[in-house]
């Protein structure tokens, strides 16, 4: 089997799962003491690695091909267990309302998706369809966004004009284990009591 690309499928939606939703976001430092407790910190990572866990109480199994098991299993194998990544819509930190995503230089045409939740400000990899994009304010077409979430202008915005977007968008990620167990403890009825995932870029 060859290297993955990127995926473009979304993790599905179903009425079975359980709260609440683990979310953790983790950052990879090294901090070290002297013998006399002088503490000394560095950061290895600028942006956290968001890791998601998820259960089901219930699943339905109907015997068709498009209830509830065949869907959440049916997408964990067509992943291949960790091997893919796909696109997961968290309904708690999903949209950015007019983020201010840089300032104009008048020469710079490519300024990156961001999106700032309690004052700490991220880079947006994958973007639900196109963004609204202003410049001062103003709504602009004249831009592309790529699949990493970058914004590139056919123009410079002009010197020290604020550039702001609004749009949806999902984060990366890919589960953490090649396996997952599905329990059918009645008739017409399995669960899931751990899936876990984590970003990837």
Request: proline content about 5%.
């Amino acid at each position: 089997m060859g290297a993955n690309k990127m995926s473009e499928v979304v993790f599905p939606s179903l009425i079975g799962q359980e709260w609440p939703v683990n979310k953790k976001p983790a950052f990879n430092n090294i901090i070290q003491k002297s013998p006399t407790n002088k503490r000394k910190a560095l950061a290895l990572t600028s942006y956290p690695l968001w890791t998601f866990k998820v259960s089901y109480a219930f699943l339905s199994d109907n015997g068709t091909q498009h209830d509830d098991i065949h869907t959440l299993m049916g997408f964990f194998l067509q992943r291949q267990g960790n091997f893919d990544d796909f696109l997961f819509n968290d309904q708690t930190d999903n949209f950015a309302q007019s983020q201010l995503i840089g300032v104009g230089d008048g020469a710079a045409t490519h300024y990156q998706l961001a999106r700032s939740y309690g004052g700490f400000i991220e880079p947006v990899f994958a973007v639900k369809g196109t963004p609204i994009i202003t410049i001062e304010g103003v709504a602009t077409t004249a831009f592309t966004v790529t699949s990493k979430g970058m914004v590139v202008f056919t123009t410079p915005p002009p010197l020290y004009s604020k550039i702001r977007a609004t749009f949806g968008f999902y984060f990366r990620v890919a589960f953490t284990q090649p396996e997952s167990e599905f329990n059918n403890f009645m008739q017409g009825l399995w669960e899931n009591k751990s899936l876990e995932f984590e970003t990837v870029k």
